[in-house]
């Protein structure tokens, strides 16, 4: 229980910190959302009270905005999250052996998280980053040119 | 103003100074008063020029020579050639390096650079670079020189087409916007750029981040703005802060701001970062964002110019369309519309991808083939493959095959071919594609991006990705052609915006351009470009295989079976197409049939 207080706590630390930072109103909200996205790693249940509070906003409005958007996640994610760019560039360069490298590596599909709760996978839109591709990320680290034969090696690198 | 012939930029980094640039900075000086020069040549210090590395070294304008490796035991001599004899002082002049850039290559012979003039040239995080180059001229022009209409007018003249795709002439746009009652009233900046595989405008966001900005000051001033709004998609976060940085130096210099440059216009600029939704790049559906709402589009008219952002009158255009706009105002619409062709003028900045030799950026005047884009500026297709279809428009756009190749690019000629403008992503496409593939690809991009508000685009096309992957599956029908047809008609027909309008047509151009191909998947159960898994079956070659076991040992499935130095054979009931066989395969004795 005293670890459910402490999560709450910072839950509504990173809330507040975000609506002070931008400023209490309906046009900031994805920005508000982005931030608590980014500090908590995804908007948990307690953030939408919080938020709906603090903006006089409905729950179920800011839930319907978050769910909207693709980066916002409303479920918690892994430690590391691995993003993979599944446009067409990527694709025809040998995207697809790529992900399928991936998928092998973690034993996980789309959108799910490793048991251990060490991995997620998602695809990502189009990073521009075309002129290297495949490319992939995992948190903030870019790799393009990615073959399959280096999956392993990379990932690694984040046990 | 006091004017010189000649600027001196000495770099003062650290690593210059530890190597004695302050001693050739004072060496020049007192050689510049010995030799009577110093009313002539001013100096100046300066930073970043070229790495430090062959320190202490210095820039001379307006020649743009840049000297390196330099004592002040070598000034003497370098004063008297350059600014008394005015020679260039080869032996001290450095070798320009010459860096990789992936994304962007010098310009080919048949490449005109407009908007991505500065990108690369200069640096982005510093708006005196930008200044250097004529920036923020044209916005002095506009608010001391012309009234707002006269800029209107001069937009007009030149001929500028939205390049987001659409290609609506950008100054009937500013026109309506400024007609329109209501206040206040916003500018805003399309930074969605969500078309997989193109990435110029990133590229002109990270590389030269003033000119957009400027471009969008003058478009406030044509329609009487004072806000304004820069929508990036949060899959770039350079761009974001690379624009953050330029807003708040523009603020500093008085550029943005109440009162800017002192005359009576305000004007500023918020960027507003998205959360990752491509249907934002739509103009309604990015009002929506920056409001905080779900990012859905709603129906047009009303149109953004007259009921916009909060429901005020607003323009919206995307980044390469402003960053045009300095340069139309500075060099004039006829230099402008001197370039292109007769409805599509000036450039159009393109992501060339796929298979082709040289991918990246590039710039063009409307009116090149796509041969020469192909050909000339592409280098034409990779390991001496065979060209198959080229993509324009992205991934609403439409796929042309080899016959098409001689097109002119503008956008009616490309909206006549069944294919579109768009924002300029080029995917070029040699023989071992399966144009099926490419299909279901792209609908299963549009189906994933629907917004899901309106019925014929979130229903139509999951429905046309489960015929596709049918198909790809080896388990196409001899109905499905009539029915993907039909389901094309009706959602081309019936969506409520570009996206759902645009789905389509990739199916479209591939069923009109390669229908044999579809016919190959549904009749023989065959993929011609031997893509499609299930429609494929590895074969080891009696004859050629030494029977080494290579390929046993390697198969993940153990779908292989042989004896050592015996032709070995592949169960097409276990395997699993995965292809490590002819990877490890020393003897090319595996094919796919």
């Keep these: ?159 | 103003m006091k004017f010189y012939r000649s600027h001196v930029l000495v770099c003062v980094d650290p690593e210059c100074l530890k190597k004695g640039a302050h001693e050739v900075m004072d060496a020049l000086q007192d050689e510049l008063v010995a030799q009577g020069l110093i009313e002539e040549v001013q100096v100046l210090e300066t930073s970043r020029i070229g790495g430090c590395d062959q320190g202490p070294e210095l820039m001379v304008y307006p020649e743009g020579v840049h000297y390196s490796n330099l004592t002040a035991d070598d000034i003497a001599f370098l004063v008297e050639e350059h600014f008394l004899k005015g020679r260039i002082a080869q032996k001290f002049v450095t070798e320009e390096k010459a860096f990789a850039d992936e994304e962007l290559s010098a310009p080919t012979a048949k490449e005109i650079r407009v908007v991505l003039r500065n990108c690369g040239k200069i640096d982005p995080e510093n708006i005196e670079d930008y200044i250097a180059e004529d920036g923020y001229q044209a916005l002095g022009k506009v608010l001391f020189e012309s009234t707002p209409e006269q800029v209107i007018d001069e937009v007009l003249k030149s001929g500028l087409r939205g390049r987001g795709g659409a290609g609506f002439p950008t100054g009937k746009k500013w026109q309506f916007a400024r007609a329109s009652q209501g206040s206040p009233k916003y500018v805003i900046c399309n930074a969605d750029e969500g078309d997989p595989g193109a990435f110029m405008n990133r590229r002109v966001l990270e590389g030269d981040p003033h000119s957009v900005i400027e471009g969008m000051i003058i478009a406030a001033y044509a329609i009487g703005a004072n806000q304004g709004y820069i929508y990036c998609r949060a899959e770039y976060p350079i761009a974001v802060k690379t624009l953050r940085i330029a807003i708040d130096q523009a603020r500093n210099l008085g550029l943005l701001g109440k009162n800017i440059l002192g005359s009576d216009f305000s004007f500023d600029l918020e960027v507003r970062m998205g959360a990752g939704a491509f249907v934002c790049g739509e103009e309604t559906a990015l009002m929506a964002s920056i409001e905080g709402q779900r990012g859905e589009p709603r129906p047009r008219p009303p149109f953004p110019a007259v009921k916009g952002l909060f429901a005020k009158p607003s323009n919206i255009n995307n980044v390469e369309t402003y960053a045009n706009i300095p340069q139309i105002i500075f060099r004039g619409a006829e230099w402008f519309a001197g370039m292109g062709t007769e409805k599509s003028k000036g450039t159009k900045t393109f992501a060339l991808a796929g298979d082709v030799q040289h991918t990246g950026l590039i710039e063009i005047p409307f009116g090149l083939t796509l041969r020469e884009i192909v050909y000339d500026v592409g280098g034409g297709i990779k390991d001496g493959k065979k060209f198959k279809a080229i993509q324009t428009g992205g991934p609403m756009g439409g796929c042309l095959p080899e016959s098409y190749l001689d097109l002119p690019v503008d956008y009616e000629a490309l909206t006549q071919a069944g294919s579109m403008m768009g924002s300029g992503g080029l995917v070029i496409m040699d023989e071992d594609t399966c144009m099926v593939d490419i299909a279901r690809f792209f609908m299963d991009f549009t189906q994933d991006e629907s917004c899901g508000k309106c019925t014929p685009c979130r229903v139509g096309t999951r429905r046309i990705l489960e015929i596709l992957e049918r198909i790809c599956a080896g388990k196409g029908q001899p109905e499905d052609l009539d029915t993907l047809e039909y389901l094309c008609a009706q959602i081309k027909e019936d969506s409520l915006c570009g996206l759902g309008q645009g789905a389509p047509t990739p199916v479209i151009s591939t069923l009109k351009h390669f229908r044999k191909e579809y016919e190959a998947h549904i009749l023989e159960k065959r993929c011609p470009a031997k893509v499609c898994k299930p429609l494929i079956r590895y074969e080891i070659i009696d004859g050629i295989c030494t029977g080494c076991t290579v390929c046993a040992r390697n198969c993940p499935v153990n779908a292989i079976s042989g004896e050592r130095r015996t032709t070995h054979v592949i169960d097409p009931d276990v395997c699993i197409r995965c292809g490590i066989c002819m990877q490890v395969c020393n003897f090319n004795a595996i094919v796919i049939n």
């Design chain 1, 1 to 159: 229980m005293q670890g459910n207080d402490k999560d709450g706590a910072l839950v509504k630390e990173a809330v507040h910190a975000a609506v002070e930072h931008f400023g209490s109103s309906q046009d900031e909200l994805i920005p508000i959302l982005n931030e608590i996205n980014r500090t908590i790693g995804y908007i948990p249940g307690e953030a939408f009270d919080e938020l709906s509070s603090l903006l006089r906003v409905p729950r179920s409005q800011l839930f319907s905005v978050a769910s909207f958007y693709r980066m916002l996640s409303t479920k918690p994610r892994g430690k590391h999250v691995i993003q993979f760019c599944e446009s067409a560039p990527c694709h025809v360069v040998g995207g697809r052996e790529v992900w399928q490298a991936i998928k092998d590596f973690l034993k996980i599909e789309e959108d799910e998280t490793t048991p251990d709760g060490h991995w997620t996978l998602v695809t990502t839109s189009c990073l521009g980053l075309c002129s290297v591709g495949p490319v992939m990320v995992v948190d903030d680290d870019i790799y393009g040119n990615v073959d399959p034969a280096q999956v392993a090696n990379i990932l690694e690198k984040y046990r």
